[in-house]
């Protein structure tokens, strides 16, 4: 499975941008697919996750009440709405899936696929 991200950009404090991945998952499948993103001199962190049939969320500290992860899976999309963005938040941000149990949706190894990344830069 090839996943591919897009969607990110430069954007000042305060300002909004939408992350959107294509996930070409057989149709029928339970993947877990998430959003994880990784700054400059820090390890990879979980950012959100949406179950397969998009019932269920998950939000790392950093990423709730401020983001919201969504899919269409007619369409194989994972989407990422970003608001009120820190500076804090400028990192790679990578999309991935995860057919493992849903109680394990923040530990990253259990992603086997990953997209390439797209880059996220706040300005203050």
């Known amino acids: 499975v090839q996943l591919q991200a897009s969607g990110g950009g430069f954007v000042q404090a305060g300002g909004s941008l939408r992350l959107s991945c294509a996930a070409p998952i057989r149709t029928g499948s339970r993947v877990t697919l998430a959003w994880f993103r990784k700054a400059p001199g820090k390890d990879r962190e979980f950012v959100a996750a949406i179950n397969w049939n998009g019932e269920s969320t998950n939000y790392g500290d950093s990423a709730k009440g401020r983001f919201t992860i969504s899919r269409d899976n007619a369409k194989n999309t994972v989407l990422l709405q970003l608001s009120s963005l820190k500076p804090e938040d400028t990192a790679v941000y990578y999309c991935?899936?995860?057919?493992?149990?849903?109680?394990?949706?923040?530990?990253?190894?259990?992603?086997?696929?990953w997209g390439q990344g797209t880059l996220v830069t706040v300005s203050s």
């Open positions: 991935a899936a995860s057919s493992a149990n849903w109680i394990r949706v923040k530990q990253e190894p259990l992603y086997r696929y």
